[in-house]
C-alpha cells in the first residue's frame, strides 16, 4: 500500500486553504516579518496555497503556473535572518493552532516547513 502525502495526511486542498487563511493575518501583525509583505497580500496567499499544496505533495499547481519554485531565489530581495525564520514559523504554528490541526500532524507540517525557512536565511542579525 502507497504511504499517504502529507497533503492526504492533513486533509488536502480544504485544510491547505484555511491553514493560508489563518496564517497570513498573523504575518501581517509581527512585529519582525509583517513589513516584508505587501499591503495586499490575496496574491501571496494564492500562490502560498499553489506552492504549499504542492510542498506537501498535492497537485503541482505552483509549477503549473510559475515554473519551478526556486524558493530560495525567490526570497533572496527580502533581509531573511535567523529572527524572522523562527517568526514565520512560530506564525505558521499559531495558524496550525487556530485551524486545530492535531498535534501529530502540527510537528510534521512544521518540521517539512523548518528546513526551507532556515534554508532562506541570506542575513546575519
Not at 497533503?7 to 501583525?29: D, H, M, N, S, W
Not at 499553489?50 to 530581495?77: E, K, N, S
Amino acid at each position: 500500500m502507497a504511504q499517504q502525502s502529507t497533503y492526504e495526511l492533513i486533509g488536502g486542498a480544504e485544510t491547505i486553504r484555511k491553514l493560508v487563511e489563518a496564517f497570513y493575518p498573523k504575518v501581517q501583525r509581527n512585529q519582525e516579518i509583517g513589513h516584508l509583505f505587501p499591503e495586499d497580500i490575496t496574491p501571496v496567499m494564492e500562490k502560498q496555497y499553489m506552492f504549499l499544496t504542492q510542498f506537501f505533495g498535492g497537485p503541482a499547481l505552483y509549477t503549473d503556473a510559475f515554473g519551478h519554485p526556486m524558493m530560495r531565489a525567490r526570497h533572496l530581495p527580502f533581509e531573511i535572518t535567523e529572527t524572522r525564520a523562527k517568526a514565520w514559523l512560530s506564525c505558521m504554528n499559531e495558524a496550525l493552532a487556530e485551524i486545530e490541526l492535531s498535534e501529530p500532524l502540527r510537528a510534521l507540517v512544521l518540521e517539512k516547513l523548518a528546513g526551507p525557512a532556515y534554508h532562506f536565511i541570506n542575513t546575519a542579525e
